[in-house]
Nanobody
């Protein structure tokens, strides 16, 4: 069984920083592309950033230059460094990973989410 667990959310003032983590645990063969998504109340879940196993990254225009996605493959963990946070960044943040659990099985897994609130 595979689990993704996010941590690092919280309340921060505008202009502040937070670092989110997403750790994968359980039995699996390998983790491919990982990503961060967010969902504010009353809106659809949207892509924030993705990173491949080799480290190629992709960002939503709204976070380019402010957020940095990274991963430590040895620790099966992904990070999101968020700087210059704005009230519009307030949302529940979810991690997602494509994980191979056997020779024939690659599935997407989601974490339970961590809340980020940017407010003075």
């Amino acid at each position: 069984q595979v689990q993704l667990v996010e941590s690092g959310g919280g309340l921060v003032q505008p202009g502040g920083s937070l670092k989110l983590s997403c750790a994968a645990s359980g039995t699996f063969v390998s983790i491919y592309t990982m990503g961060w998504y967010r969902q504010a109340p009353g809106t659809q879940r949207e892509l924030v950033a993705t990173i491949t196993f080799g480290g190629t990254t992709n960002y939503a225009d709204s976070v380019k230059g402010r957020f940095t996605i990274s991963r430590d493959n040895a620790k099966n963990t992904m990070y999101l460094q968020m700087n210059s946070l704005e009230p519009e960044d307030t949302a529940a943040y979810y991690c997602k990973a494509a994980i191979r659990t056997s020779l024939y099985a690659v599935n997407d897994y989601w974490g339970q989410g961590t809340q980020v609130t940017v407010s003075s």
